[in-house]
Structures are given as structure tokens and as C-alpha cells.
């Protein structure tokens, strides 16, 4: 209806500033005041759009308006904020879905979050599809972050040491390789002010550097004669500086063994028992055969596969050694899950070989070194150490000549192996060197008594030192 009134009165010849003007005070006491007072902020921009063919109209032919407009104005300028937020809502994507975002996978069933240890790459450098971008450290295993798309990354949007849970977005990638990223306000100030160094550092180390005429000369000296070492006890003693020591957080990795650690041995009856193996036939075995070995399986032989069908062995002929203890209920396993502990540099894992007595040694060669190999460049996998009814840890390969192993929960037993050291032993009336072994076996003595622990250990020797044993089963 104004429009129509407009153009009636501006072909009539009237002033169209007049015109505008006068029906704007009209209507402002008898109906839009009333209307706007009493009213939402929802509902007076939703007529200040009702309004918005009349600005369109009235701008190009109404230049002197700028009193009787001042609603409109004022009703779209209550309009920008709008667009900005939606700026803000769009800051890690675009029109053309050119920005992705890289997120935290998941990384397991009892694992909730982690830690962001280290980015493996830089803002702006180019990364392919499933690309590593960065590394999550959880309690049990190292998680690789990776691109979901070819492109180059913009930002990240987290820091090393942040604590990140499956979902979270760590990074913002490009497809493209172009554009410029919409920052939030709040992000470009908080920018702004840790990129600029604070001005009142500035002035009190410029203030520091240039001594005052006054009070250098007089009040220096004092202080320098005022310091007197502190008086020391004879007993008392001498501490070292604290500036030659380092502190830094512990791995999440490290505080899980820890922890698992000290709930065995706070909760198991621990109890070691050891024996002694004589090496030379196994030893001669692998000599003998390892160059046919490596031809026909392409892996070498080594003498863990014959450790892990000794403890098969052991286990089958004494199946105490292979249960749990449950609440008040033994839990027999009718299966052999060997777990074989690895030291990493981060901390120690223990993946686990499925079926061990149903492989022979090729196939626990081959399982041992893909195992280790996933354990040292950190991909190995939390299905990959779960379970296991019985550990393996060889201590030997770094030197150790006799230890105690701790039982890994929820285990029972772990045999403990140790270097291989040429000893004179007395073999028929002679005194002859030998290549020998200590061996261990820590058990838990609530379920194991000493004669199952024993005999175990008794058949892990008789086999080692025999593999005949194996062949004839007996």
C-alpha cells in the first residue's frame, strides 16, 4: 500500500523525501510504534524485512531520506550480525566442500581418549589419502591419525599433550590447496596477541639492560655483600642443584604398565621358581637347518619357536598352568594363547600368538617377527595384545643373566628367559663347556602349588634340551 501512495503522490508532483517523510510520522505514532514497543527482537526484525522492497525503491531516487529512513538503516544493520555467524558456522568448510576435517579414529573398545604425542606433519605441507598426519599414545598402543583426503593442511586445530577423544578434529585439510580459512573473532585476537610480544616485556627488559644514574653505583654493591651462603650441619646432606635435573610427564603407555605392574604384584601370591637348560642340541638344530629353513619359509630360525612349543608342551601336560583364577571359580582354557613381551621405546607390550599349538615353528617364526616389527614401529593393534593365557619374556637379548618375571594379569605363570652363557658342566664324569640357560618360571601360588610349577619347568628343560621330545611326543 505505501508503494502505491508513493507513486500516486510523486506523479502529482509532491516531494518524495516529503512524501516519505510525513507517512513515516504518521504511521510511527498511530500503528509501528505501538506495534515495535510491544513486541520481540524476533518479531521487529521480521517487519524491518517487511521493509525491505520499500529500501530497495526508495534508494535510488530518495538520496535525501536520510532522517526518515533512519528505521530501515537501523533494521539492517541488526541484520549483519546474522551474516557473520554464519561466517563463524562455516569455519571448517566451504561453499564447494573444499576444507575436510581430520578427526581422531577409533581407538578401541576400552579405550575412551588419549594423547596427541607428536605431529607428523606441518601446516601447509601436501598429504596423500590415509596419510599419518599425527600420532594419538593411549594405555596400551600408538594410533596414527590420517588424512581423509589429497590435499594440504591448513591448521591444526589441537596441540601435542592434549588430551583427545574418537571424534574429536585435530586438523583442517584442504582439497584444493587454496582459499583462506574463516577464523572466529575470538581466534583472531587470541592470534594476534600470542603472535605480538607484550609491549610491558619489552619495556622492563629495555629497563633492566639500562642501569638508573642514581642508585647503580650505591645500591648494587650492598646487595652483593648482603648475600651470605647458608650455614650447613655437618650431617646435613649436600643435595644436588635443581638445575641438573629434568622433569617430564610420563607416557601414557609407562603409567599403564605401572599400574598393571603393581595391581600383580599387590594381588598375586607370587612365587619364582628356576632351573637350568643346557642349549647345545637346539642350538646345533638351528645351525644345522637354517639355511634350508630360510629357503623353503623364507623367515630364519631362531630359538623362540622352539621356547614357545616347549611351553605348549608344558602347558598341555600340566593345564594348571594355563588357568585363572575367577572370583571363586578356576577358569580352564582349552586353548594355548602365548603372549610374547617386546621393549619398546615407549614401554612394553606384549602381543599375543592365537593357537600356538596348533602351529609349527614356521608359522610362530613368522608370527613372532610380525609381531615385533607392528610392536617397535608402534602400529600394533589393541586385538593384536588382547587376552593370552600365558607369557614369554626373554630378557636375554639385553644380557640378563637371572631375573624374576612378573606375571602379566590376568595370567597365572610367565617363564622368564635369560642369555646364553658357556659354562663347565659335568657331562659323563667330564668336566666339559656348555652353552647354558637360566630359566624362570613365576607363578601365581594361590592356584599353582610348587610341584605343577616345577614340573612345568622340568618339561620346558627336557624339551629344549631334546627336541626330539617333540617328534615322539613324550
Known sequence: MMLSIVRRRVSRGGSSSSILGHWFRVNRHAESASRICSTSEGEILHHIRGFERVRNFCHPILLGCSTNLRLIREGTAQLQPEGTMQIQHRQFSSDNGDLVDAVVPYMGESISDGTLAKFLKNPGDSVAVDEPIAQIETDKVTIDVSSPETGVIQKFVVKEGDTVEPGNKIAVISKSGEGVIHVAPSEKTSEKTDSQPPPPAE???????????????????PKATSVTPPKRSATEPQLPPKDRERRVPMTRLRKRVATRLKDSQNTFALLTTFNEVDMTNLMKLRSDYKDTFVEK?????????????????????????????DGDDIIYRDYVDISIAVGTSKGLVVPVIRNADKMNFAEIEK?????????????????????GSFTISNGGVYGS?????????????????????????????????????????????????????VFFLRRIKDVVEDPRRLLLDI
Open 401 to 453: 643373566l637371572l631375573s624374576t618375571p612378573i606375571i602379566n594379569p590376568p595370567q597365572s605363570a610367565i617363564l622368564g628367559m635369560h642369555s646364553i652363557v658357556s659354562r663347565p658342566m659335568v657331562v659323563g664324569g667330564n668336566i666339559v663347556p656348555r652353552p647354558m640357560m637360566y630359566i624362570a618360571l613365576t607363578y601365581d601360588h594361590r592356584l599353582i602349588d610348587g610341584r605343577e610349577a
Open 297 to 325: 619359509h623364507g623367515v630364519k630360525l631362531g630359538l623362540m619357536s622352539g621356547f614357545v612349543k616347549a611351553a605348549v608342551s608344558g602347558l598341555q601336560n600340566q593345564p594348571i598352568i594355563n588357568a585363572v583364577i
Open 203 to 221: 619495556k622492563s627488559v629495555e629497563d633492566k639492560q639500562k642501569p638508573k644514574v642514581g642508585s647503580v653505583p650505591v645500591v648494587e654493591k
Open 367 to 387: 608370527e613372532i617377527n610380525t609381531l615385533a616389527k607392528k610392536a617397535s614401529d608402534g602400529t600394533i593393534s589393541i586385538d593384536e595384545m588382547a587376552g
